[in-house]
């Protein structure tokens, strides 16, 4: 009979496959990939750290932009020799809507805000950002607006395409109107593969010298 600093036979039998529990814990919904960049592992989107780009960038002063031009901005947008960038859709994630109103938690952005951020606080930082403030999307509301999400009233709805010019009787915009570009995909695995070549075709080199020395 074992003593009480025994370890029970089970335990050491099962203590091998213990790493498998690590192999398959879920991923948490948000995860910071360095370069700047956060993956989104529910919606598989990477969203730029820094949420005024645009405004670090110098396009604006404060980072503002009507929706013609933050779509044109984040279409030609260059972040670390990544291209393909785009701003997030209001469109739900099946494809349906888009919501308008409060609890619109199935777009992307409201995804991000009202059930990430919400549930899981703190998982990871971002950087550069502004409350109130208004988010475009990149899903039109019709010729003349677009639709936004308003982190303030916590609401998405449509938006003036240039809510900077008078356009009669209207409510007064609860915070800057900016844009925050996002992925398709982890882009950090391309930045690391990227990086991981450079690394192997540096050292390739100086070996090179080396032997030939």
């Known amino acids: 009979m074992p003593d009480g600093n025994e370890t029970p036979l089970w335990s050491r039998l099962l203590r091998p496959f213990r790493w498998l529990g690590l192999l398959f814990r879920p991923q948490p919904p948000l ?6 960049l956060i993956y989104d592992t529910g919606r598989d989107i990477t969203w730029l750290q820094d949420a005024n780009y645009p405004k670090t960038l110098g396009r604006s ?16 947008l260059s972040y670390r020799g990544i ?11 099946d494809g ?12 992307e952005i409201g995804h991000l805000i009202l059930d990430v951020n919400q549930n899981h606080p703190g998982l990871v930082t971002f950087t550069n950002g502004t409350v109130p403030c208004i988010y ?23 938006l003036w395409k240039d809510p900077f010019v008078d356009h009669g ?18 882009v950090a695995a391309e930045l690391r593969s990227r990086w991981l070549r450079t690394f192997i075709s540096a050292v ?8 030939s020395s």
């Open 31 to 36: 995860i910071d990939r360095g370069f700047g």
């Open 96 to 107: 349906s809507g888009p919501c308008t109103g409060h609890d619109c938690i199935d777009g």
């Open 61 to 76: 002063r404060d980072g503002q932009l009507t929706w013609p031009e933050a779509m044109a901005w984040v279409a030609g």
């Open 136 to 158: 475009w999307t990149s899903t039109e509301a019709s010729t003349e607006e677009a639709y936004a999400f308003d982190l303030f009233s916590v609401r998405q709805g449509s």
């Open 204 to 211: 390739a080199k100086l070996f090179g010298r080396t032997s």
């Open 83 to 93: 291209r393909g960038w785009r701003l997030p859709t209001a469109l739900n994630h």
């Open 169 to 186: 009787p209207s409510p007064p915009l609860s915070g800057p109107v900016l844009a925050w570009p996002v992925h398709n995909g982890d």
